[in-house]
């Protein structure tokens, strides 16, 4: 386990005197608020997302992360980043420990070493607040906290055991709350995961959708029920498909690794718009190859469709878009009042005394329309309010507990390709102009104008960007970026027509 240190002497003894429980979770939020903006929504979504505060004693931050990997990868590049943000936020943090959560504590901080006991002094107002949510059953895309033996179909015993890899038993297509935006995705899913014909459906089959939307729900029912109908099934994320591979060139089990995973009947692949590496990518798509030459079923999901997956070869981008490609819609309002009416029901179970008035109910259904995340956010924060504070839920208490979900919530998922398009049109130039090396005045202006938007209208980090205009350095972006912002301020004609382009993406 690794600690890092402040430099602020004396922090250590304060702990988080005058901090409450939910004082430190809010602090731990706004931290995770900050590195998304700061970092990016790939960097956050690939590393950070996953991290979650446990408790803050004697000035340590003890947070948690579900796999080794993860736990390595955030000491190796951002240990120091996350304490100097959390250090902005709670000054009395001078030291962060870094742990992996056991497989039995899925959706949960810590183990617990016994059932809680009510009242208990020994419990602080954080460990309760976690504690109540530790009931939530989860239609989100939030990776489970067994992900490390997720993957245990690629360790390096010779046994080879591919039917033993876990999966989430909350995640189930009985558990997956079907509404108009989702159906097409969730027939598709349980077409593939039932399939007893020979050869494969759809293959492959490709989810893509935003955060929150299911992606990762239906990933695991898929698998839940094929290994009920006796296939041999594999579940990795893009991060433990790399970390398997590179870990076998390291042990010399490369070869052995393709064909433990090439043996399978079914391979389930999350995130995939994180695989990096030229030899990865080229191990990846021989894989995917193999297993569809063979007529073994392929099922991957990312957040973007296959033809915008610009880090990949194209022939592995023209492989999965070859399949069935599924997009999974936003939420509209009646599937997030079903999910919402779900995880009251499930929390109901363990706390028969909750109770949320429909009123209640319809608000934070119509106010929350980002994501399933935010719901299951929202109602963690009524229950822990219920439960800490004794006291009913109401409306007000609504409003104040869901405020910084509303505030925050998602604006519309603007495509880079989209303005890329969009501007080429209005510049009365082409999209491959603006991708391409041609350095006149006709085609340097629209390409900045599309650099600068990309930067302002969506997640995506300047590197990023910079690959998705035809591999160029993020400095190129930056300078594109400081550019039109200048200019803006000074040509009210350009601002004009910046502004109309926004609005024109935004509607």
């Known amino acids: 386990m690794m600690h890092v240190d402040g430099s602020v002497s004396g922090n250590a003894e304060t702990g988080m005197s005058g901090v409450s429980g939910p004082d430190t979770v809010a602090a731990w939020a706004r931290v995770k608020r900050r590195l998304r903006a700061e970092l990016g929504e790939d960097v956050f979504a690939s590393w950070f997302a996953r991290l979650e505060l446990v408790e803050v004693v004697d000035g340590t931050a003890r947070l948690?992360?579900?796999?080794?990997?993860?736990?390595s990868w955030i000491e190796s590049h951002y240990l120091d980043r996350v304490l100097t943000t959390f250090r902005s936020e709670v000054e009395s943090v001078s030291r962060l420990d870094v742990s992996v959560r056991g497989p039995?504590?899925?959706?949960?901080a810590r183990p617990a070493s016994g059932p809680a006991k009510t009242g208990s002094s020994a419990a602080s107002p954080l460990a309760r607040l976690q504690a109540v949510g530790n009931v939530m059953s989860s239609q989100t895309e939030s990776h489970v906290a067994s992900q490390g033996e997720i993957s245990t179909g690629l360790r390096s015993e010779a046994s080879g055991d591919l039917n033993g890899a876990p999966l989430d038993n909350r995640l189930t297509f009985a558990s997956f709350v079907v509404g108009r935006s989702n159906a097409l995705a969730h027939a598709a899913a349980e077409r593939v995961a039932r399939h007893d014909g020979e050869g494969a459906l759809y293959n492959p089959l490709y989810f893509h959708a935003g955060v929150g939307l299911g992606k990762t729900h239906l990933l695991h029912g898929i698998g839940?029920?094929?290994r009920e109908a006796g296939r041999r099934v594999i579940y990795l994320t893009a991060d433990r498909f790399m970390y398997g591979f590179v870990n076998a060139l390291k042990t010399q089990n490369a070869l052995a690794f393709k064909e433990r995973l090439r043996a399978i009947?079914?391979?389930?692949?999350?995130?995939?718009?994180?695989?990096?590496?030229?030899?990865?990518?080229?191990?990846?798509g021989h894989t995917i190859n193999a297993l569809i030459d063979a007529g073994r079923q392929v099922v991957v999901a990312s957040d973007r469709p296959p033809t915008e997956l610009e880090a990949l070869?194209?022939?592995?981008?023209?492989?999965?878009a070859g399949g069935l490609v599924v997009e999974i819609g936003s939420l509209d309002e009646q599937l997030r009042a079903s999910i919402l009416s779900a995880r009251l029901a499930a929390v109901q179970v363990s706390h028969p005394n909750f109770e949320v008035s429909p009123t209640v109910a319809t608000y934070v259904a119509r106010a929350?329309?980002?994501?399933?995340?935010?719901?299951?956010?929202?109602?963690?924060?009524?229950?822990?309010?219920?439960?800490?504070t004794g006291t009913a839920v109401t409306m007000?208490?609504?409003e104040t507990a869901i405020r910084d979900l509303v505030k925050n919530r998602e604006p519309k998922r603007i495509k880079i390709e989209d303005i890329q398009k969009l501007v080429a049109s209005r510049y009365n130039v082409s999209r491959s102009d603006i991708l391409s090396e041609r350095r006149t005045a006709a085609v340097v202006k629209p390409r900045q104008i599309a650099m600068y938007l990309s930067k302002v209208l969506t997640l995506r980090s300047l590197p990023e960007i910079g690959r998705r205009f035809g591999g160029r350095d993020h400095t190129t972006v930056l300078h594109a970026v400081r550019k039109i912002d200048k200019l803006i301020g000074e040509d009210n004609v350009l601002n004009d027509e910046v502004e109309l382009l926004k609005r024109m993406l935004q509607d």
Do not use: Y
Request: hydrophobic share 45%; charged share 25%.
């Open 64 to 71: 948690t992360v579900p796999t080794r990997f993860l736990k």
């Open 104 to 108: 039995s504590a899925a959706g949960t």
């Open 224 to 226: 839940h029920a094929a």
């Open 265 to 284: 009947d079914l391979l389930i692949l999350d995130d995939v718009q994180f695989i990096q590496g030229k030899s990865i990518q080229a191990e990846f």
């Open 313 to 320: 070869e194209e022939r592995v981008r023209s492989r999965l």
């Open 368 to 388: 929350i329309t980002a994501n399933g995340r935010d719901l299951e956010g929202a109602v963690n924060r009524l229950l822990a309010h219920a439960t800490l």
């Open 396 to 398: 007000e208490t609504a």
